[in-house]
């Protein structure tokens, strides 16, 4: 088994001050892995895969984005609106943080070489439980504090459900390799070992810990969780099993139909289960989970929808979307000095003024992105083979200039040329001058690329073997390409200044990038900066952990980067400024003279003015073509 790191990251501090939630009704952007019911009101959270928390009450959410990575598990504290998420970049980044959501502030994060199986908190809430496949075995975290302790002594792997007793004396674990322990948690002692069914997913327990419930396949299963004997196994497709007052459900789906089951026993013996309640739905959905509550069944989808049902004494009930939006998804947006380009997926708007509504320019189908050149609006299509268009504004149409090969990855402004990246391994130019495309570069592996004049192409990419190097300079006039000589062992981003004035200034004799290094088995993220002329590096910042999902972009001289912060902010000669972050976290940011504005993870715009941490408003775009701003 590979070793797990473990890394203390943060302890009862967060980076994200200022954050604020966004109350709407828009649902998650992807599956809903788990709804918990409020311990303070009657509302309800939903928790997505697209790195959100939802808070529901009266039909409206209480938005907040924990991660833009995949949230891949989570557990909410019995007594407190406080959850415990594991996230991962599907990068061998697996994260474990802990969100007071009262305050929106994360209290602490652990980060860890491989996954894990499991999140539990114990009966009190004394100890996050995390079960890991790796030899570290079950993982205890104090949560008053957020620091690992080691109550048992044995190592005990591949935990998949863990469960105090309510005195929190004695703890049982299942491990998917088929065993069920019990130990002493005052002691740390094993009290019994029993062999059962191996490899059960969706785990949970029921009627005082009496018999835990898992899925293997289609096939529930009932195993008691003294004797480790099958009590219990029923075939249904799909099936969704939860729990309501220490009673085990379970839930089918059927086109637009949902149908809740009860389990019954009598004497110890479980009985076929009865019909609880069937459920309507308007429209067909995927269901991930239920919540059963003495006044409503809430159901999560695939989709990302909430749908509600009052809970009468019929049995046939109706169900009710609460989610719902009239909003385009902003996919990306381009400043050509004071206009303000914005494209949807169907869409490209253009507006001046932040206060001002969008025009509709045209309708599309085929592209994801903008791009400028000097004064022109290029459009193109990420990842597809497309073409790529200039708008004409006196025409208001699309003029194609070329189409691409293979899927474009990169496509970059430089003076009257475009430079392309296509299937990782193909750069060329487009040149405005004579509407002429060139090879400049073949290779495997292309990550970036940066053109800084006529001749000099920089290029990062990854290599094959130790004599290979990660950052190339190619003269695309003679073809001359040199290897050069770098500190790090990977580059992801290159770029150049972006200022708005005319005037060289000394930053455009330079090119940035993020990479990532390794240092006595520590692997860090890095902002550098690279002299053209002389090709030497600079390191401009340090982090210590990686970040593959940061942006960084050079203004007016200073650089602006969101790596390893839920903000972004500026890196000054002699201190950070932070922005105050938004519900959503930022994925792309653009500068004109006035004004910063970001497009973030749940596709809208956030404003702001340069020099000032506060948010002036943020920005969606309505089905019906107008701008619905929230301040």
């Known amino acids: 088994m590979k070793k797990l790191l473990i890394v203390f990251l943060l302890t009862l501090f967060s980076l994200n001050s200022f954050g604020q939630s966004?109350?709407?009704?828009?649902?998650?952007?992807?599956?809903?892995?788990?709804?918990?019911?409020?311990?303070?009101?009657?509302?309800?959270?939903?928790?997505?895969?697209?790195?959100?928390?939802?808070?529901?009450?009266?039909?409206?959410?209480?938005?907040?984005?924990?991660?833009?990575?995949?949230?891949?598990?989570?557990?909410?504290?019995?007594?407190?609106n406080e959850f415990a998420i594991y996230e991962t970049d599907l990068n061998n980044n697996n994260i474990l943080s802990v969100w007071d959501w009262d305050t929106l502030e994360k209290k602490?994060?652990?980060?860890?070489?491989?996954?894990?199986?499991?999140?539990?908190?114990?009966?009190?809430?004394?100890?996050?439980?995390?079960?890991?496949?790796?030899?570290?075995?079950?993982?205890?975290?104090?949560?008053?504090?957020?620091?690992?302790?080691?109550?048992?002594?044995?190592?005990?792997?591949?935990?998949?459900?863990?469960?105090?007793?309510?005195?929190?004396?004695?703890?049982?674990?299942?491990?998917?390799?088929?065993?069920?322990?019990?130990?002493?948690?005052?002691?740390?002692?094993?009290?019994?070992?029993?062999?059962?069914?191996?490899?059960?997913?969706?785990?949970?327990?029921?009627?005082?810990?009496?018999?835990?419930?898992?899925?293997?396949?289609?096939?529930?299963?009932?195993?008691?969780?003294?004797?480790?004997?099958?009590?219990?196994?029923?075939?249904?497709?799909?099936?969704?099993?939860?729990?309501?007052?220490?009673?085990?459900?379970y839930s089918t789906n059927q086109n637009k139909k949902i149908s809740i089951f009860k389990f019954n026993s009598s004497t110890e013996k479980f009985e076929t289960p009865s019909i609880y309640k069937n459920i309507s739905f308007p429209k067909s959905e995927n269901i991930t989970n239920v919540l059963l509550t003495q006044e409503k069944i809430i159901f999560g989808t695939k989709s990302g929808n909430i749908y509600t049902s009052k809970i009468l004494e019929e049995t046939s009930l109706v169900a009710e979307l609460i989610s719902n939006t009239n909003i385009q998804k902003i996919i990306d947006f381009q400043y050509i000095e004071d206009d303000l380009f914005i494209l949807?997926?169907?869409?490209?708007?253009?507006?001046?003024?932040?206060?001002?509504?969008?025009?509709?320019?045209?309708?599309?189908?085929?592209?994801?992105?903008?791009?400028?050149?000097?004064?022109?609006?290029?459009?193109?299509?990420?990842?597809?083979?497309?073409?790529?268009?200039?708008?004409?504004?006196?025409?208001?149409?699309?003029?194609?200039?070329?189409?691409?090969?293979?899927?474009?990855?990169?496509?970059?402004?430089?003076?009257?040329?475009?430079?392309?990246?296509?299937?990782?391994?193909?750069?060329?130019?487009?040149?405005?001058?004579?509407?002429?495309i060139t090879q400049v570069y073949y290779g495997n592996g292309i990550q970036d690329a940066v053109l800084v004049n006529d001749q000099d192409l920089f290029v990062a990419k990854s290599v094959n073997s130790n004599n290979d190097s990660i950052l190339?300079?190619?003269?695309?006039?003679?073809?001359?390409?040199?290897?050069?000589?770098?500190?790090?062992?990977f580059i992801y981003s290159l770029t150049t200044q972006n200022s708005l004035s005319k005037e060289k200034t000394q930053e455009d004799n330079f090119i940035y990038g993020i990479a990532i290094n390794e240092e006595k088995n520590k692997q860090k993220t890095i902002i550098f900066k690279l002299d053209v002329a002389t090709k030497e590096e600079f390191i401009l910042n340090e982090f210590d952990k990686i970040d593959l999902n940061g942006f960084i972009k050079i203004h007016n001289d200073e650089i602006y980067t969101n790596i390893l912060s839920p903000q972004f902010y500026s890196l000054k000669k002699s201190s950070k400024q932070y922005y105050h972050r938004n519900h959503s976290l930022p994925l792309k940011i653009e500068f004109n003279a006035d004004n910063i504005v970001t497009l973030n993870q749940d596709k809208s715009l956030t404003w702001y003015e340069h020099n000032s941490p506060a948010v002036i408003c943020d920005w969606y775009i309505t089905s019906d073509h107008n701008v619905l701003e929230y301040e």
């Open 22 to 80: 966004r109350i709407t009704t828009i649902p998650h952007e992807d599956d809903v892995i788990a709804i918990f019911p409020s311990n303070s009101n009657d509302s309800f959270f939903s928790v997505g895969t697209d790195g959100f928390i939802i808070e529901w009450e009266n039909n409206k959410g209480k938005h907040f984005q924990i991660t833009n990575n995949k949230i891949k598990k989570v557990a909410k504290n019995p007594f407190k």
């Open 108 to 249: 602490y994060s652990h980060s860890f070489s491989d996954s894990i199986l499991s999140i539990n908190y114990s009966k009190k809430s004394t100890y996050l439980i995390l079960g890991t496949t790796t030899e570290q075995g079950t993982i205890f975290i104090d949560t008053s504090n957020g620091k690992i302790v080691n109550p048992i002594k044995e190592k005990i792997f591949m935990i998949g459900y863990a469960e105090t007793a309510t005195s929190e004396k004695n703890i049982f674990t299942y491990s998917v390799s088929g065993n069920i322990y019990y130990h002493n948690l005052q002691n740390g002692q094993l009290l019994k070992k029993i062999k059962t069914e191996l490899g059960l997913d969706n785990i949970l327990s029921f009627r005082k810990n009496k018999y835990i419930a898992g899925l293997k396949n289609d096939n529930i299963l009932i195993i008691n969780s003294i004797t480790g004997k099958i009590e219990y196994s029923l075939t249904s497709s799909n099936p969704i099993i939860f729990t309501y007052q220490d009673e085990l459900y």
């Open 344 to 436: 949807t997926k169907s869409h490209l708007y253009v507006t001046n003024e932040i206060k001002s509504n969008v025009i509709q320019l045209l309708s599309h189908e085929n592209f994801t992105k903008l791009l400028s050149n000097n004064s022109n609006l290029i459009l193109w299509s990420q990842d597809n083979n497309s073409k790529v268009s200039i708008f004409d504004k006196e025409s208001k149409k699309v003029i194609p200039l070329f189409t691409s090969k293979g899927e474009i990855s990169s496509l970059k402004s430089f003076g009257s040329k475009l430079l392309c990246i296509e299937n990782n391994s193909t750069i060329y130019t487009y040149n405005f001058e004579n509407n002429k």
């Open 472 to 489: 190339l300079y190619v003269n695309i006039k003679t073809k001359e390409t040199v290897p050069l000589k770098t500190k790090f062992k």
